[in-house]
Each structure stands twice: as C-alpha cells, then as structure tokens.
C-alpha cells in the first residue's frame, strides 16, 4: 500500500490531489515563496482528520493545514514535502449560543459568513482582517489575525474560548472551555497564533460580539503623512479608542480607488478612516473630536460616510488593498510589524528611505491605531535579483521598527517569511522555551516544519543551556 | 510545451493576478468544492505555469480549466483588476489547438457554424416544436427533459431578421437590433417587447439581416477561430448602426468585447447597449413612463455576464419598479445559476447542483414572478421552478405593463 492508497482509503479517492500540476497550485499561500505539496487531502470531520495526521505519521510524512490560502507569510506553504490538509470543507457553524453569545464552528467557515449569518441575531465575530471576505476562522486562529476594528476589540486570541485538536498521536482534544477563564494551562491560548505547529484545529468555540447600536465612519484627507500621522497619535491622547483607525498613503488610495470607485480622494497624501461606535450622544460627540483633531493637524477634508452603502464601499476600498496593489507590479512583499504610535512619523520617513534607497515602488496601508505597519513592497520577481533586494530591504525595515521599540508581526504570522528575523525581538531563552513548549506537543516535529521558529532554536542547536532551564 | 497560438492567456494577464484569494469566495465552484484548483487562483495559476513551460497542458489542465463556468464573477470581485474571462477564454482556445478530440470538433461546428445557420435552427426549432406538442419534454428525466426550461414555440416562428419596425413616437434614432441565433425562433417574445419598448421611446428598430450569431458560446468554449469569423460578420451588418441593442446579457457582454475579437471591432462594441440598461437610462429620462402598480413582488436573477461581465445591478430593478412591481433580492452573493452556455450539457451534475440552489432561494422568495435577463439563466430557472412560477425577461415585464397602460387609458 502506498501513501496515496492510504489516504484514498480514509476519504475516498475524490478528496485527494496528487497530480503534479494540482500539487503546484498549493504549493504557495498569498504570500511570495513555494513550498512542495507531497499531496493534498480534503478531510469533512474531527475524525477524517486525525486519521489522516496518523496516516501521515506512519509514511513520516510532514502534515502542513490549509484554509483558503490568504496568508501572506507563508503559513500554509510547505517548507518540506509534505501533505497539505485543507480544512475548506468543515465549513460548518455547529451551533450558536445566543443567549450566550458563543458558537461553534469548523475551522473551514469563512469569516465574513459567520458574521453575514450572525446577522439576524444582531451578533458579529469581531476580529476582521483584510482577507475577511476570503479567510477562514481556522487561519485565524492559526495566524492570531487582527484587522481594522481590533484596536478597540482584541485580536483572536481575545475571541476564542475553545479549540478541538488534533494532536502528533491523532488523538482529539478539546483544549479551553466555555468559561471565560477554565483552570490550568491555558492551552487554547498556546494553540492560537501557533500556526499549524502543535496540531490540526478542527473545531472552534468563537466568542461572538453584538453589533453597534451606532456606528459613524470619518474620511480624512491630508496633504503630507505627518499630519496624518500626528492626528492618529492626538485621537488616541485625547483619550478616544476607536473601533478602527486606518491610514493609507497616496499610491495606495489611488490603486485602491481603481478597483472600488468609492470617490476616495485620490490626491492626498493620505487618507485616515476612522470608525466610532456606541450609542448616539457618545459617537456623535466621539467623531466630531476627531474631526476637530484632524482639522487642527491640517486636513484638508473630513467626509461623514452616510449609513450602510458608503461605509461599507470605504472598508471594501481598504481591505482590498492587498491585492490592488498588482496594479503597480506583480508581485508584491508585505511586511507586519508594531511600533509605538509615538514613534510612527520617524518608522515611516525610515521605511520610505529604505525603500527609496533600493528603488523599490512602495505602497503603504496599515492600522495606524495600534501603530500596526503594513508597508507593501510591488515588484516583479523575475527580475533577476529582485527578490534578494526586496528581503534586504525588508530586513532593514523590520529592523528599524524594532529598533524604535517595536515588534515583528502584528497579525499575518510569522510563518517561514519573518521566521528568521525571529532572533532579532526574542533571546535564546525565549526561543528555547517556544521550542520546547512545540515538542511537547509535537515531539517528531510532524506539524507544519519549518515554521515560526528558526532552526537552532533549541538550546542543544546552540549549544547553550538557558540559566534555570532543565537540560 | 507552453503556448501555440496568439489567443493564449498573455503574460500581462496571468501576471495581474497577485494570488491575493479575494476572488475565491466569490467562485461558485470553489464554494462546492473548497479546493484550489477549481478556484480562480487556481486556475490562472495553473495557466501561468503552463505558460512558463512548467507544466505540460494535459488532461489535468484541462480539467481544471473544464470545470469552470465562465461566469465571471472572479473578475468582478478582483481588486486586480485581472481579466479573468479573457485568460479562460484563451486557455480554452489553447485547448482546442493542443488536446483535438472529435467530441469538441463536432460541438465546435454546432457552436460554430450551425447556430449562424438559420435553416438549421430552423428546422431544430420545427423538430422541439413538436415535440413540445406531444409534451414529449414532459417524459422522463432524458435529454428531451432539458427542454422543459423553454418557452413554448410558435408554429410558424416568427422571425424578426431582416424587418423594420418604424416608430410612430417623435424620433430620437435609429436602433439596430441583435436577432440572436436561438433568440429570434425561441424568445420572440423578447424581442417583440424590445421592439415594443424602443419603438414606443422614438426609435425605429432595424434588425439588419446581414447579421448572424453574436459568437459568444464559441469563444468560450474555445472555439476562437469560429468566434473571429462571427464577430467579423457581425462588425460589418452593423459597421452603420449608431445604437446596437442586444436583449440577450451572454450576447451584449460579448459584443461589447469584440474590440478582441474582430477589425474595427471595437468601434461597434462602444455602440452596444444591454435592452435592460438602454431601458432603465430611458425612463430615468423621462422618454419612458414609470407606471404605478400595485407593488407585487417580483425577483430578480442577476445573470453572470449581466452583473459580474457589464457591472449591471441597477438596471433590471429600475424596470421592475417602472413596472409597477417591487423588486426582491434572491442572491446577495450573485451566485451562477449553473446554466453557463453549454456547461449545462458539458457538466449537467454541477449545473444542476447550482440550478436547484437558485431555485430554493427564488422560492424562498415567496414571489410568483422571477425576472431574468438571459436565455441560458431563464430556461434553467423555468426547468427548475416548473409551473409554479413564471419567469420573463425584465424587458418583457416592463412592456407588459406599458400595454396594460395603454388598454387602461
Ligand atoms: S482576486 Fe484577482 S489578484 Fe486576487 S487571486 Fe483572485 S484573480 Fe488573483
Ligand atoms: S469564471 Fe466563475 S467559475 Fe470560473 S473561476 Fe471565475 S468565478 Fe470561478
């Protein structure tokens, strides 16, 4: 019996790919690099599922899960030939609590839809990256996805209260509770963000969110990024947390616009999109002190976005600017990092620096509230040497935002892209902790290899015993 | 191996596409299926590896590409701005040129060559005529029960082809009207409530009988060459026509393209307007009444190449509320109805699976009346709804109600 005739036998032989060319269409994710998919299986259930983690771990080959493939740090791509498990088909919502205000769902059910479907109960799942519209609950969980309205709301991690898993010995495990706060480890807290490195998820217990009984989203124009900048670092003094608050500098509202035709003023150097939400007094009186705010660092125009279709046309602008951004090249390079508000002018001047001194085409859209960089480098990566250049590049910027108190990564994972820079915000004690926290689970390292951690993570790799660790 | 003819996906079209995966919720068969290679990332990168000679075109390939539908509705949602149906329409064509199969030869001359044969169709029309009058179509689940979706056949037709229908209002042009190959002998009523609307806004319709098949469901099945030929007859019956009005959404999506398809294709495609736009830009102008009514519900079916392919919403449910009718949404999601051309006939498991989707959502509709502005969407919806509704294109219902108007006063 072969390795495919194995996994024919556990889910029939039209859930799997094995086809050269198939293989080569999941060999990426959004992101820039390929990996080698050995072959790819659509598992429907919990138990499918961990019969194809034991399938794998009989033929020692690595398991690496999928979802709708929107990651950008290559998450889902596999670093070694491995079996590619999408879990696009459990895409059901198990059930909904209400009452509660909790509901279980599959790891394949597509963000956007959980909310659409919540709808009628006047409930939402909160954390809402750009992807959205495409991305699964279960990358979500994988990557500790953030988005717009995560500055007032938490990331993932503040929205999941459970997660079943599939674990090295194919076993099924539900880690968390409904409790806001079960006793022990808090281990569902370690599965989130963990990208597919300790187990397969394969169901979800998502805290759910009512909606906003009001809801005002401001368009502010200004001439030069500082303004734009300063505004955004004032509103947060002032006291104000937005439900979002989203900068996009003037290559981007101009490929943007392109695409939605919302009338984005496509001259400015900028454009903030900030979104208030509560109940009436609080959200008029909340959005006219940004407006004041705005008016006072120099903007030359603050739109009122009227209910419903024009706000709903901004936010479609802004969270398509991902893939907009093809208008200027083919390719395209995102980087993610954190750096303090305060700091967010001086990050900016470095980045457009650096990208001017490597005579990259730069796009710049990010999350100005939580000072969430996503600089976007267009390229085309068969220019010979291009890529090189733009993983230079992006280094230095990854650099200069942590040398300015920042941190890698705010919410697309660090997958195989950033996981090299990892050594530059953690020591080797912490690395040596990460590790050993992953063989725990993991100890074959049959989950998604390659990923988050740097080879020579472990002490023994750098032949240094952590002070207090247990060797 | 890579590419052998000058229709194939070009290296700027493969490469406008950023693998971003915004377009894949938006893909009906990525939503039946979940898997990459029936999405279209999966497709245009499936294409761009064919193109760079990284993998042959083989059975594989054209599976992938076999399976899609053509709706478009990638295209609309790619913020990209990738011509998706363009790449396909060229990956099909290469298709054709390096995997020959008697099979597509044959579809290829009904696509081709029949449909622009009006003694062909015609006869094809006389055959399921009769067979509609021994309710031959009624009979078990064959390929006679594909027939159900249609309308029932004049005997003798009535062909427009070659008329003039003058108008008696204060003139403001000249419209020339597409006939269509299957439109003329099996949707006249379209095109009678098409004459009617425009005839009664001041323009005397023309249908120049120079004109054959619009060449749509050739270029899509890859049939290119077959497709150049018809656009190039179709460029020159209307080379003189100010105004050309296509009733049928799959027909006006193509023309409007033929600027890649024929000479001086372009010039006629910038001339060419869907009846539902044409008609709804008339009433907003006040050339056209809104009539009142009592307000009944009708559903509307967005057909692909209406919505995703031309961009038209507005449209449709501005004739139906100038028809004195409310307008109800059935499909946020604009999902394909499944009918695609011929995909009906190439994949009927898939179409159906679609078709019967859109049928418990215009159900759930709670509504007796569905309207649909192309003949492939209209024909699957009446086979799957069957008797309990009726279906008409937009055009129809608004004419109707202009009529009733007109006996009233
Ligand atoms: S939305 Fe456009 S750019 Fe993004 S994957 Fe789809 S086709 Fe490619
Ligand atoms: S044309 Fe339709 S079926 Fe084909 S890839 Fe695009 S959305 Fe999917």
Redesign the interface.
């Known amino acids: 019996m072969s390795f495919l005739d194995a996994l024919h036998a556990v889910v029939g032989r039209e859930r799997v790919r094995s086809q050269p060319l198939e293989l080569l269409l999941f060999a990426k994710d959004a992101g820039v690099r390929a990996g080698t998919a050995a072959a790819v299986v659509f598992p429907e259930t919990p138990e499918e599922t961990a019969a194809c983690v034991r399938v794998a771990r009989e033929w020692g080959v690595p398991v690496i899960p999928r979802g709708a493939g929107t990651g950008l740090a290559g998450g889902a791509v596999p670093e070694e030939p491995g079996l590619v498990v999408v879990m696009t088909r459990m895409n059901r919502i198990h059930s909904v609590d209400v009452a509660g205000r909790t509901a279980w769902v599959g790891p394949g059910v597509i963000n956007l839809d959980l909310s659409v479907e919540l709808g009628r109960h006047g409930l939402h799942y909160a954390p809402d990256p750009s992807s959205q519209s495409a991305c699964t609950i279960g990358g979500n969980v994988g990557t500790n996805a953030g988005g717009p309205h995560c500055l007032a709301e938490g990331t993932t991690v503040a929205h999941i209260l459970a997660v079943e898993l599939v674990t090295a010995d194919a076993e099924i495990h539900i880690l968390g509770g409904e409790a806001p706060d079960p006793p022990g480890l808090d281990l569902r807290g370690v599965v989130v963000g963990s990208e597919g490195t300790l187990g397969l998820v394969t169901r979800i217990l998502v805290k759910l969110t009512q909606n906003p009984p009001h809801v005002r989203t401001l368009l502010i124009a200004f001439a030069d990024v500082a303004a734009a900048a300063k505004t955004v670092s004032d509103v947060i003094a002032a006291g104000i947390v937005p439900a979002a608050l989203e900068m996009m500098d003037r290559e981007m509202v101009r490929a943007v616009e392109n695409f939605v035709h919302a009338g984005f003023p496509t001259e400015a150097a900028a454009v903030l999109l900030a979104e208030v939400t509560g109940f009436e007094d609080g959200v008029v009186a909340e959005a006219g002190t940004i407006a004041r705010i705005a008016d006072a660092a120099g903007a030359n125009e603050v739109r009122v976005a009227s209910e419903g279709a024009e706000r709903d046309e901004w936010w479609r602008g802004r969270k398509s600017a991902f893939g907009a951004v093809a208008q200027a090249a083919p390719d395209y390079y995102l980087h993610d990092t954190v750096v303090p508000r305060t700091k967010l002018v001086d990050v900016l001047t470095d980045v457009y620096e650096i990208g001017g001194r490597y005579g990259l085409t730069m796009l710049n859209v990010f999350h100005a509230g939580d000072g969430n960089l996503h600089p976007l480098v267009a390229f085309d990566a068969r220019e010979p040497g291009m890529l090189d250049k733009v993983e230079e590049a992006a280094k230095e910027m990854v650099r200069v935002s942590v040398e300015a108190g920042g941190s890698l990564s705010g919410e697309h994972g660090v997958g195989s892209e950033k996981r090299d820079l990892m050594p530059l915000v953690f020591d080797p004690v912490d690395l040596d902790a990460q590790a050993r926290l992953r063989d725990a689970f993991d100890p074959d390292g049959l989950f998604n290899p390659g990923k988050v951690l740097p080879s020579g993570s472990r002490c023994a790799d750098f032949d240094y015993v952590a002070a207090g660790a247990v060797p | 191996m890579s590419w052998v003819t000058t229709d194939a996906p070009t290296r700027a079209e493969l490469?406008?596409?950023?693998?971003?995966?915004?377009?894949?919720?938006h893909c009906p068969t990525f939503r039946l299926?979940?898997?990459?290679?029936a999405s279209p990332?999966?497709r245009l990168?499936?294409m761009a590896?064919v193109a760079e000679g990284?993998?042959?075109l083989?059975a594989?390939?054209e599976e992938?590409m076999g399976f899609c539908l053509q709706c478009r509705a990638c295209e609309a949602a790619?913020?990209?701005?990738?011509p998706f149906g363009r790449a396909m329409e060229g990956a099909r064509a290469e298709l054709t040129a390096q995997r020959p199969s008697r099979v597509r030869t044959v579809r290829h001359w009904v696509l081709g060559r029949a449909l622009a044969m009006r003694r062909v169709v015609a006869v094809a029309t006389f055959a399921v005529a009769i067979a509609q009058r021994l309710r031959l179509d009624r009979v078990g689940a064959g390929p006679l029960a594909r027939l159900r979706g249609l309308r029932r056949l004049p005997i003798p037709p009535r062909p427009t082809v070659g008329r003039r229908f003058p108008t008696a209002a204060s003139r403001r042009g000249t419209a020339a009207l597409l006939a269509g190959c299957v439109m003329d002998p099996w949707f006249s009523d379209v095109h009678t409530a098409t004459v009617g609307v425009l005839t009664r806004a001041g323009y005397d319709v023309v249908v120049p009988s120079a004109q054959t098949c619009c060449g749509a469901l050739a270029a899509h099945d890859g049939a290119a060459a077959a497709a150049k030929a018809l656009a190039a007859r179709n460029v020159a019956a209307f080379a003189a026509s100010d105004l050309v009005v296509v009733d049928a959404a799959g027909c006006s999506a193509h023309m409007k393209e033929y600027g890649a398809w024929a000479d001086e294709g372009a010039a006629v495609a910038a001339r060419v307007r869907d009846v539902t736009e044409l008609t709804a830009e008339l009433v907003a102008a006040g050339a056209l009444p809104s009539i009142p009514g009592d307000g009944e519900r009708v559903a509307v079916q967005d057909p692909c190449h209406l919505r995703h392919a031309q961009r038209i919403t507005a449209a449709p449910r501005a004739l139906v509320r100038a028809a004195g009718y409310t307008p109800v949404e059935i499909d946020p999601a604009a999902m394909c109805c499944g009918a695609a051309g011929v995909y009906t006939v190439l994949r009927p498991d898939t179409s159906r699976e679609l078709g019967v989707r859109k049928a418990a959502q215009v159900r759930d509709a709670g509504v007796e009346v569905v309207v649909s502005a192309n003949p492939g969407c209209e024909m699957q919806l009446r086979g799957l709804l069957g008797a309990s509704h009726r279906v008409l294109h937009p055009v129809e219902l608004y004419w109707h109600a202009l009529e009733q108007e007109k006996e009233r006063s």
């Open positions: 490469d406008a596409c950023v693998t971003c995966g915004l377009c894949l919720p299926t979940g898997d990459e290679t990332r999966g990168t499936a590896a990284l993998a042959p083989d594989t390939f992938i790619c913020p990209s701005l990738v």
